[in-house]
């Protein structure tokens, strides 16, 4: 399983775009970058998912350069309600194999 | 509505005791899984199955135990051999194929144990 590495902690004002990095050195070739947002005493919730390029959704955006040894996602004009925790898996579950959760960013939106 | 329940919501448990935490699915999905989550951390998965009547063990399979006699049912036992059961228990699930790779999470089972 491809093991991943996010920061620990973000802050960000209301309004402003905000980018979380992911870096997953070894990712294979199969594997799809998942990410999920999770609010306290809440399951995680699919915000996005991406295999190359660019994606974009209603909610948020996901990087991924040719290498796909890392990814972006991007919330545009956050507000207080996105103030959760960020998690990128990486790994393929449309065979349903088992991916793993880090820590995740904890996302703080200042008012 | 589709979607995935857990119940209880909030359970207490004396040391000692078995525990069963009930996860049930409506989306006709062939895998799901059971997560734990501990104040603080990421989600560590404990057991997960790909299809009925299967199983395999998570990263963190002891001291629990699981069934998968029905699709939509995954019920997660919590034994007394389970050192340091207090914690947030999510069940999900996931259909597999072009969007496999999104699981469906339920809201969750807090489990204290007195």
């Known amino acids: 399983l491809a093991k991943t590495t996010q920061p620990i902690s973000m802050d960000s004002y209301e309004g402003q775009e905000v980018n979380i990095t992911c870096s997953h050195n070894?990712?294979?070739?199969?594997?799809?970058i998942t990410w999920y947002q999770q609010f306290p005493s809440q399951g995680p919730r699919f915000i996005i998912q991406?295999?190359?390029t660019k994606v974009t959704n209603e909610v948020a955006s996901l990087f991924i350069p040719a290498d796909r040894k890392s990814s972006t996602l991007s919330l545009p004009r956050v507000s207080l309600s996105d103030t959760a925790v960020y998690y990128c898996?990486?790994?393929?579950?449309?065979?349903?194999?088992?991916?793993?959760f880090g820590t995740g960013t904890k996302l703080q939106v200042i008012p | 509505d589709g979607g995935i329940t857990q119940s209880p919501k909030y359970l207490f448990r004396k040391e000692g005791q078995n525990v069963t935490l009930s996860c049930e699915q409506n989306?006709?999905?062939?895998?799901m899984y059971w997560y734990r989550q501990d104040p603080g951390q990421g989600l560590r998965l404990i057991y997960y199955?790909?299809?009925?009547?299967?199983?395999q063990k998570g990263d963190i399979a002891e001291g629990y135990s699981v069934s998968r006699e029905k699709k939509e049912s995954f019920p997660l036992t919590v034994t007394s051999a389970q050192k340091n059961p207090t914690a947030f228990y999510l069940c999900?699930?996931?259909?597999?194929?072009?969007?496999?790779?999104?699981?469906?999470f339920g809201p969750g089972t807090r489990l204290t144990v007195l």
């Open positions: 999900a699930s996931t259909g597999g194929g072009v969007n496999g790779n999104e699981q469906f």
């Open positions: 898996l990486v790994g393929d579950m449309r065979g349903y194999q088992k991916v793993t």
């Open positions: 991406g295999y190359k």
């Open positions: 070894n990712i294979a070739t199969n594997d799809y």
């Open positions: 199955s790909q299809i009925v009547n299967d199983f």
């Open positions: 989306l006709n999905h062939d895998a």
